[in-house]
């Protein structure tokens, strides 16, 4: 029954601590613009196959992650706007361009049960993808605006007489 013995603390030997936690060399700005570049390459190649909106809206998605990825001259990109960065580059946008290319050109006009054509259903999806784009570019605007804020009243602070100076 030795695991139900209590083990004193000074017998627990701490591991080695790695100062600097191992991070996803994808995750770095430098690869979300390698990423970038390949799925603008992609959809450049996909376009004789694309209705002409949807290279154009397309484009513009990948323009919106171009500015997020950019918000990391500033600062690191917040997590949440990697994650975001990543998955649309890497999943979403790829894999709705490359379901719509797999339709059969003659059925990308044809109503289907939602009422909806291939062609309507792509455009709304890449719409949804700019939408969400859009949000985390304003949220890393903001987070921008915000350390601005913080860094004015800190410098306010700091160099202005004291409130408790009489």
Known sequence: MAWLRRTDARDAQP??????????????PEALRRTLSQAVTFINRSSGQLPVKAVVD?????????????TSEVRPLDIYAVISVRATLRDYLPTTLRGFV?????????????????????????????????????????????ALMTQGSFLKTKFSGSDLDL
Not at 118 to 123: A, G, M, N, R
Request: net charge negative; proline share 8%; hydrophobic share 40%.
């Open 15 to 28: 591991g080695p601590v790695d100062p600097k936690p191992a991070t996803d060399p994808g995750d770095s």
């Open 58 to 70: 397309a484009r513009r998605l990948t323009d919106t992650l171009a500015e997020i990825i950019d």
């Open 102 to 146: 797999a339709v059969a050109p003659e059925l990308r006009d044809t109503a289907r049960a939602s009422g909806r054509t291939p062609v309507q259903s792509l455009l709304e999806q890449i719409e949804a993808l700019q939408n969400s784009a859009s949000q985390v570019l304003v949220a890393a605007r903001n987070q921008d605006v915000d």
